[in-house]
């Protein structure tokens, strides 16, 4: 028999659209793979103690900036408030008292970030509690991103060597606590 | 005890009413009250919601409250997650529409508000975000699972017809001109005779 003459060959199958399928599964597995990024982005805890601190640039209320790296071989403490948040006001005199302690040693800095605040409530804020470290709002949350902040006051205090060395996610209740904290960080 | 199923005859037909009246302006009386208290209430409610509301009052500076809610509806504070600034009632969010009625008043436009906060707070503020980067995805994705759905049921339903045709053919009587396999196979089977 002539293999010509076979079903087959007279009547051969539509050709399937072999590069739709192959887009599709591509595209799924690109989705995929982003959703995983994400959730994994989402799962990810604080910046752990010992790493190094994620850099940043604020911007001051009074319109100055300061980076984080440019303080490379102090003692930083940054720390996250809101204006609306009470627990907040519950620390702010007492960090106001620290800065003020270790101001004149030169080598320990401290920052303020408002967050997902208003510029009037804030410059209230700190008005009301005669702050006078650096303050700044965090613009776009860029800066409690890269923290993966959990919500406010939370305060970060970053060794000589830029490494995180501590951290706390709740008020500070004493002077005390804080130079608990930072006095540790000053030692030769 | 024997009971009287009889009704009661009436002898004094005046003194049957009087006392009768009297007895059911007494039953009356107490649900009457309570009919009033409520005509009472609803015409209060009447009143009440039709005075205008502090909430419609315009404020010192001219700017309504619908005025900031307009806009404050299409914005989400990232401290209270999943509730429209509008309705949240956090003190952060009060803070927020204070400063949407204060640009308003100050002539800003409900664009210029938006990008102010999107540059104070982020992007996630909007409660629509804008089809850039990854989140174009969110615009893309739906319609084109939808459409490949459609795409993916159609080819299901018809390859659950083909089956049924195959099994069972219904010769087409008025098909007058014979295929080419057909014509061929005859050919072939003509050979072989």
Same mark, same amino acid.
């Given at each position: 028999?002539?293999? =010509?003459?076979?079903?087959?060959?007279?009547?051969?199958?539509?050709?399937?659209?072999?590069?739709?399928?192959?887009?599709?599964?591509?595209? *799924?597995?690109?989705?995929?793979?982003?959703?995983?990024?994400?959730?994994? $982005?989402?799962?990810?805890?604080?910046?752990?103690?010992?790493?190094?601190?994620?850099?940043?640039?604020?911007?001051?209320?009074?319109?100055?900036?300061?980076?984080?790296?440019?303080?490379?071989?102090?003692?930083?403490?940054?720390?996250?408030?809101?204006?609306? &948040?009470?627990? &907040? =006001?519950? =620390?702010?005199?007492?960090? =106001?008292?620290?800065?003020?302690?270790? $101001?004149?040693?030169?080598?320990?800095?401290?920052?303020?970030?408002?967050?997902?605040?208003? %510029?009037?409530?804030?410059?209230?804020?700190?008005?009301?509690?005669?702050?006078?470290?650096?303050?700044?709002?965090?613009?776009?949350?860029?800066?409690?991103?890269?923290?993966?902040?959990?919500?406010?006051?939370?305060?970060?205090?970053?060794?000589?060597?830029?490494?995180?060395?501590?951290?706390?996610?709740?008020?500070?209740?004493? *002077?005390? %606590?804080?130079?608990?904290?930072?006095?540790?960080?000053?030692?030769? | 005890?024997?009971?009287?199923?009889?009704? @009661?005859?009436? +002898?004094?037909? !005046?003194?049957?009413?009087?006392? +009768?009246? !009297?007895?059911?302006?007494?039953?009356?009386?107490?649900?009457?009250? /309570?009919?009033?208290?409520?005509?009472? /209430?609803?015409?209060?409610?009447?009143?009440?919601?039709?005075?205008?509301?502090?909430?419609?009052?315009?404020?010192?500076?001219?700017?309504?409250?619908?005025?900031?809610?307009?806009?404050?509806?299409?914005?989400?504070?990232?401290?209270?997650? +999943?509730?429209?600034?509008?309705?949240?009632?956090?003190? #952060?969010?009060?803070?927020?529409?204070?400063?949407?009625?204060? !640009?308003?008043?100050?002539?800003?436009?409900?664009?210029?508000?938006?990008?102010?906060?999107?540059?104070?707070?982020?992007?996630?503020? /909007?409660?629509?975000?804008?089809?850039?980067?990854? +989140?174009?995805?969110?615009?893309?994705?739906?319609?084109?699972?939808?459409? #490949?759905?459609?795409?993916?049921?159609?080819?299901?339903?018809?390859?659950?017809?083909? @089956?049924?045709?195959?099994?069972? @053919?219904? @010769?087409?009587?008025?098909?007058?001109?014979?295929?080419?396999?057909?014509?061929?196979?005859?050919?072939?089977?003509?050979?072989?005779?």
């Amino acid at each position: 028999m002539n293999q =010509e003459t076979s079903p087959a060959a007279l009547n051969p199958p539509a050709s399937r659209p072999a590069w739709g399928r192959l887009a599709a599964w591509i595209g *799924l597995f690109i989705l995929l793979i982003i959703v995983a990024v994400a959730l994994l $982005q989402s799962q990810q805890g604080p910046v752990a103690i010992g790493k190094p601190a994620p850099d940043f640039t604020l911007k001051m209320f009074d319109d100055q900036t300061i980076q984080l790296a440019s303080l490379k071989g102090k003692v930083v403490l940054v720390n996250f408030w809101a204006s609306w &948040c009470k627990p &907040c =006001e519950q =620390e702010a005199a007492d960090l =106001e008292t620290a800065w003020r302690y270790y $101001q004149p040693r030169g080598d320990v800095a401290f920052i303020g970030i408002a967050w997902t605040d208003t %510029e009037p409530a804030s410059l209230a804020y700190i008005d009301k509690f005669d702050i006078t470290y650096p303050n700044g709002p965090d613009l776009g949350t860029r800066i409690s991103q890269v923290y993966r902040t959990t919500g406010v006051p939370e305060t970060y205090i970053i060794d000589r060597g830029g490494n995180l060395a501590y951290k706390k996610f709740s008020p500070f209740l004493s *002077l005390a %606590e804080i130079k608990a904290a930072i006095d540790p960080l000053l030692e030769p | 005890m024997a009971i009287d199923h009889h009704p @009661p005859t009436i +002898n004094d037909p !005046k003194r049957f009413f009087k006392d +009768n009246v !009297k007895q059911a302006v007494q039953i009356i009386k107490p649900s009457t009250g /309570l009919l009033i208290a409520w005509i009472g /209430l609803f015409v209060f409610i009447l009143l009440w919601g039709s005075t205008p509301g502090k909430a419609q009052q315009p404020t010192p500076g001219g700017i309504t409250d619908d005025q900031v809610n307009a806009i404050a509806r299409q914005m989400y504070c990232p401290v209270c997650e +999943n509730t429209p600034l509008d309705v949240c009632p956090t003190q #952060a969010c009060a803070q927020w529409r204070e400063l949407i009625r204060e !640009k308003l008043a100050a002539g800003w436009s409900e664009d210029q508000i938006k990008t102010y906060f999107v540059e104070q707070y982020g992007e996630r503020v /909007l409660a629509t975000p804008p089809a850039r980067g990854l +989140n174009s995805l969110v615009y893309l994705v739906p319609p084109v699972a939808i459409l #490949a759905g459609v795409y993916v049921l159609y080819r299901a339903l018809r390859s659950g017809k083909r @089956p049924a045709q195959t099994a069972a @053919p219904t @010769p087409d009587k008025t098909e007058t001109v014979p295929d080419e396999y057909m014509m061929r196979m005859e050919e072939e089977l003509r050979k072989r005779n």
